[in-house]
């Protein structure tokens, strides 16, 4: 049958108001088909039913109001008036009916679009439709691709099969990220990705095990519980989810560990790395309980990068329907595993036999030796301007996650980073800074000489030796790290008062409900919450605020213990201060991540506090930053967790305990993967390792750690870069700039002319559409030592899958692309695991020209600088350093 929006099939009156249709069950099919077409859903080919879910929503709507719809869809109308990811097409649409219903006609502002809004029937129905969507489900797509509006009670939950699968797998995880942290680009075993494995493996135990077990109080206790299910599946999965990202604190040993950087022996020792891994890892779970009020519970949270997770998910251990969409008739389990195959095949093509693919620099080729043209142009020191910069997944998908992405992310973040990269070139073309002596996209420090800061030149026993330092030199920063510094000290106050001031109604919201949750302590977490998904989760057994609570005392008392032991020059104070920064900056930043899927980070706001508070202490310095950086990641994690919990309607309290103890194995399987990277592979961190192993993160951790510690910010932005302090007072003003020019004088103008307010909104759409966070967040996250080339691939990815596809085929779309995405990423993560171990740990490279090209210029092998001044050091001489 054709797929396309039909017109609504009512009853035989058409003047029958559609909420109070009188018998339900004669009208119940001609309803089940309408709502089933504006779901999206077709029918079984087999039998032409639906799935539970249809059912479900025509009850809900048949059930429902006029009068109910109307109430319901004018405070989500609202609600949703700044939110991004709800479509203007939804909200124009919404407001139509509304305006209609109250007898305002804005059908002549429309361009050739349908006008369904002044016949009462029709209105009536899409009215219901949406406040259905509201009540009862959600009123994205997105989401309503991945979850169900109905709970299934009678399946597994947690069982000791989630325990073993859910620890073997965190270990597999943790093993291989935190093994290919140092590359770049990286390879990683994300959560979706070990779903294909984790599949199987449940599967074997279910057909495997006898099924053995005992009745205790009622409850079967069995080594077989039975079918694996989709729950057990996603209890599994969230537990890998602990071991996506590796601890932060790896790439504090690893710098005061090797010799290239610190060379301190007793930081490799067992005692110190757990410790240090422990606190930082679990003190964030002390302040996640906040979160659940500001980015679990609100629907507008709707933390997109989780959704391809329930999305495999479901490909996995949903039961498969034969349905033909947009002409596909493939299960989603079939099309996962025909891409992954693919995936799997091609990534030995740029990532082993034509590694040209991989970095397509070919317009360096045209003339290898040119430097303008490396610097423009080039994929590995320049600054990527190529508009064919990649064949490889891996590489498109390196600076943003497309297809996971919402469109306007991926556009503002693409759009930050094109346009910050002109403002590189400009400041490297006009040496300002001396920066035509340092390579343009490097994160690496220089002296005076051109060459790679050498810091050990400037201290005595761990502590900067002013006199060492006068006769060596400072150190400089290139072109592009200028800007990324800039761009993080404006990004601070922008994020803080931009949030607030979007946002200020939800923060307020969970503000009071937490101090009710400390007041009351028995007080349930979803009263006054009306969402669907909060409805389904009272039923289970909450996770009470004080756990978090006596978490965060007992992580607090066990850092005092690390700082007070261990020779790291770090006052106990620091630990406060680490905790009042992230408790301050931990709702905004975890509201624009629920919203966008991109995470902020507090790790140069505590470079620069801790900086000028302790000069020359860079080993208080690194484990500020880590307190910081990793509380905060950790919480979002959790909360992020808790979402997911949310959506899939599983028992809060069985996430709570899975994540604590998949952190501690992740954390512990990291620190055994580190120890071997440290002593065992050849030549880490070589700016030229063979394996791609030039450990991008450590250097960067490095030279800040040399900036902020050692020689101290005073010292550099007071005198040697003193601009850059002014970055924070343009970020706070460009917040209230946006937020006037975004909310406040839209806002005015529909007030002062309400007969213009659909104009004025259309503005206001186009105004909301650029994100300043996100556009200042791209300066951060697209240079030194990534470019451009890592991001124009996946604009286009992006371009096609959430612009086009989305537009023109949502059926499809709702089906297949979170499939896509974790499918390619499967097949990258498993076969980059097999060729680096079968022909590249033991160097079996194959050497022509389809390899051998994108190394022959000056891309590769780096610009020459300019001459040196006759005195032999570019900028100030030793009386004048800062």
Known sequence: MSFEKEKPVVTDEKDTAVGEVHDVCEVQPHIMDWIARQLGIPPNDIDGTYPPEVAFMAEKFSEMTESEAVEICTKALHSHRVDPNFKDAYKDQLADLLDALNGTNYSDEKDDLESPYNDPVERAMLLKYWATLFNWWSPYPEVRAVTDPIDEDNTTVMTWRVILLGTIWVAVSAFVNQFFEPRLPGISLSASVVQLLLYPSGRLLQYCLPD??????????????????????????????????????????????????????????????????????????????????????????????????LAVNKALLAPNRRESINGWTLSRY????????????????????????STWNWMTWIAPNNADLAIVTGSFGGMGYNPIPTFDWNMITGGISPILMPLYTSINFVGGVFVSGLVIMAIYYTNNNYTRWIPINTNELYDNTGNPFDVKKILTNFVFDDEKYRKYSPPYYSAANLVTYGAFFAMYPMSFVYSILCHYETMGVALKDTWKSLRYIHRSNFEGLEDPFSRIQRKHKEVPDWWFYCILLIMFGLSIALVEHWPTDTPVWVIVLCLGLVVIFLFPFTIFASLTGVSLTLNVLAELIVGYALPGKFQALNTAKALTVQIAGQAQNYASDQKLTHYAHLPPRSIFSCQLWATLVNGLVCLGVLQFQMHDVKDICDPHNKLKFTCPGETTFFSASVIWGVIGPKRIFDHQYPALKWMFLLGAGLAMCFWAAQILIPNLLMKKYPIKTRKIQKIQRML?????????????????????????????????????????????????AYVFSAAMDTGIALSGIIIFFAVQYNDYSISWWGNNVIAEGLDYNGVPPPPLPDVGYFGPGPDHYP
Do not use: D, H
């Open 768 to 816: 909301l559409s650029v994100n300043p966070i996100l556009v200042v967040n791209a300066f951060i996250a697209g240079w030194a030592p990534t470019n451009l080339s890592y991001f124009t691939g996946g604009l286009y990815v992006a371009l096609l899958f959430n612009g086009y596809i989305k537009n023109r085929f949502l059926a499809w779309w709702r089906k297949y």
């Open 212 to 309: 053995w077990g005992l009745t205790f109080r009622g409850n079967r206790y069995t080594l077989n519980p039975g079918r694996w299910s989709q729950k057990e599946q996603l209890l599994c999965t969230i537990m890998v989810n602990c071991a996506a990202g590796t601890p932060y604190v790896t790439s504090n040993i690893f710098v005061q560990y090797m010799p290239m950087f610190y060379n301190q022996s007793w930081a490799g020792g067992f005692g110190y790395s757990f410790l240090l891994m422990l606190v930082t890892q679990f003190m964030g779970f002390g302040l996640a309980g906040l979160l659940r009020r500001v980015a679990v519970y609100p629907i507008m949270s709707m933390w997109p990068t989780i959704l391809p997770t």
């Open 334 to 357: 079939t099309f996962f595993f025909i891409v992954f195959i693919g995936s799997f095949l091609y990534f030995w093509v740029p990532n082993y036999l034509w590694q040209a693919f």
